[in-house]
């Protein structure tokens, strides 16, 4: 079985657990993440519960990744968005970010309804109205009131102490009149946590759905108020943990802007805004989201069946544009293939299915693909003690958890098939060692270090280099001398000359003379690393070479503005590539 394929099995209780927890807290529209550093609705030190929730998430799968690799998954949030990152040491910039060629994208808002004045009726957050229809044979019964259990939130508190609770709960009523297909809402039954603190005019309500099931296999059915789009979420995260592995650099955007407007620009300001930021226009945009059952009309061999398969479909969403079949053609010819390989199923399907995300941003991007999931079985309905029902997209949901699998594995073979072609640094392939760099200087100023640091920046940008840089590796409580020690498990030492590195050693100070010695003892031992490598700055210091440093290779980076090419010739020298003849 394929490594990651069987690390997913073997982890699929993990799995189940993060996405039942995910869907289990409350992600009104608007409101999963922060809009900036300076996000006046709620107090500086608290969160939302889905920005919580999904950064503990990813702080246990940095913990696993220890044994991988130095590289994180990144998250921050702007924009009421959460942006995650894969492949980088250090939290990436906004500019490295933005230079990734491969974003994906998902959401993790759901229903949410506004408390009108009198407190008992409420109205939906966007024009897309969450209504609930009884199915008899599959096809639109009589309409009946159906009510459903609801959790109220609102933002309480002044200043500092300003957040986000959990008022009470209650039951949703709808209402239908079927002469004009009017519908009214209401919430009523409303049970208070606290009785000190009241519903009030503006407060949040969304469903609340705590009886999950939390029996974790293959098979398993997993019925949600929120899977759409939590999978998505859930899944993203999943394959940029495995990108970490392999130092693939690639970014995930979960957005929290469902409002659905007149026009492309009032329905998704949020969403626009976020990927301006973050995305250039030629980057390949690759979403998750949901199709309901019901609607897959070609798939008639899986009637009734809950999918394992990851759905691939070219977008095509009535009315809101479509997507480049050209690039779906790649996925239909080739990458669906390399899935199968690995032991990951896919297929394709051009049926139609209402988009969340893609319309907004249709006219941002060329290439824009779905690798989707499929809420509940396929065509028919389910039985439920009030009658045959679909599951309804935002309200009742499911999925098996085979799918998830499939769906993570897709995307984790279709952004590497990418990378493959537009990516310059290349993933690790499996069995190759990184050369592991130790960079022993003096911190003679600020930018020495700067200098030094941008050295190491960019020979990290190799896959198979890896830097041993005290600004980066050196924990709060660990030992100087055992940071450096590191220098006899590395294939390489930069030695960087400057006129304070040689006082130091001189006058058998610090760090520096520690090293020095180091080198010398390891030397006496036949412990001497593969390669020592002098790096000269400062052209007055060329006498000066200590003699037990003379003799090793020698680079001459006294002039900045070849920095470049003296990188590029370090880089060579390091993987043992002679420079081609001109």
């Known amino acids: 079985m394929n490594s990651i394929k069987k690390n997913l099995v073997k982890n699929i209780t993990q799995l189940g657990k993060d996405l039942v927890e995910l869907c289990m807290v409350s992600g009104p529209s608007s409101y999963i993440a922060k809009s900036g550093e300076n996000d006046i609705r709620i107090d500086k030190n608290k969160e939302f519960p889905v920005f919580s929730e999904i950064n503990k998430i990813v702080k246990r799968i940095n913990d696993e990744l220890q044994s991988y690799t130095d590289n994180k998954v990144h998250i921050l949030q702007d924009f009421g968005s959460i942006i995650l990152t894969s492949g980088f040491r250090n939290k990436p910039t906004i500019d490295e970010i933005k230079n990734i060629p491969i974003v994906f994208a998902s959401h993790a808002d759901e229903i949410s309804y506004m408390v009108k004045q009198d407190l008992n009726e409420i109205v939906p957050l966007f024009n897309a109205k969450p209504i609930v229809y009884l199915y008899d044979g599959g096809y639109f019964g009589k309409l009946k009131i159906f009510r459903y259990k609801s959790k109220i939130l609102g933002f309480r508190g002044i200043g500092e102490k300003r957040e986000l609770i959990e008022i009470g709960e209650g039951e949703i009523n709808i209402e239908v009149d079927k002469r004009d297909r009017d519908y009214k809402f209401f919430i009523e039954n409303i049970t208070l946590y606290d009785q000190k603190i009241d519903v ?12 999950i099931n939390k029996d974790y296999t293959l098979g398993t059915i997993i019925h949600a108020k929120a899977l759409d789009d939590r999978v998505g979420a859930i899944s993203q995260i999943y394959a940029l943990k495995e990108f970490t592995k392999i130092n693939l650099e690639t970014k995930a955007i979960i957005i929290g802007d469902q ?36 609607m897959l009309k070609e798939l008639e061999k899986y009637r009734s069946q809950y999918l394992d398969k990851a759905l691939i479909v070219p977008f095509r969403s009535d009315g809101k544009g479509s997507g480049d079949l050209g690039f779906f053609s790649i996925f239909r010819d080739e990458i669906i293939n390399v899935c199968k390989k690995n032991e990951f199923d896919a297929i394709t399907t051009t049926d139609y299915v209402s988009r969340s995300i893609d319309y907004k941003i249709q006219d941002m991007f060329s290439h824009i693909i779905s690798i989707d999931w499929s809420n509940g079985p396929i065509i028919d309905p389910i039985d439920t003690p009030d009658g045959p029902r679909h599951n309804i ?190």
């Open 393 to 582: 997209c935002n309200v009742d949901e499911s999925i098996q958890l085979s799918q998830l699998i499939n769906v993570i594995g897709t995307l984790y073979f279709s952004a590497l098939y990418f990378s493959n072609k537009l990516i310059k640094k290349k993933p690790l392939l499996p069995n190759q060692e990184r050369k592991k760099v130790f960079i022993s200087y003096s911190w003679d100023n600020e930018e020495h270090k700067e200098w030094v640091r941008n050295i190491a920046k960019e020979l990290e940008k190799e896959t198979d280099i890896k830097v041993e840089l005290d600004q980066w590796d050196l924990e709060l409580g660990e030992y100087l001398t055992e940071f450096m020690d590191k220098i006899a498990a590395s294939h390489y030492t930069l030695i960087i000359i400057t006129q304070g590195y040689l006082e130091k050693i001189k006058r058998e100070k610090g760090g520096v003379k520690y090293e020095k010695l180091l080198l010398d003892a390891l030397k006496l031992e036949g412990r001497e690393p593969r390669r020592n490598v002098v790096i000269l700055k400062e052209k007055e210091l060329t006498e000066e070479v200590p003699p037990s440093f003379k003799g090793k290779a020698y680079f001459d980076m006294i002039d900045n503005n070849r920095f470049k090419e003296n990188i590029e010739d370090l880089i060579r020298h390091i993987k043992g590539i002679k420079r081609k003849r001109e």
């Open 200 to 211: 009030k005019v503006s407060d949040l309500v969304i469903q609340n759905y705590n009886d």
């Open 259 to 294: 409002k659905y407007g007149q026009t492309i620009e009032s329905s998704g300001r949020s969403i626009r805004n976020v990927f301006n930021r973050y995305c250039n226009s030629d980057d390949i945009v690759i979403i998750t989201d949901a199709f309901d059952g019901r």
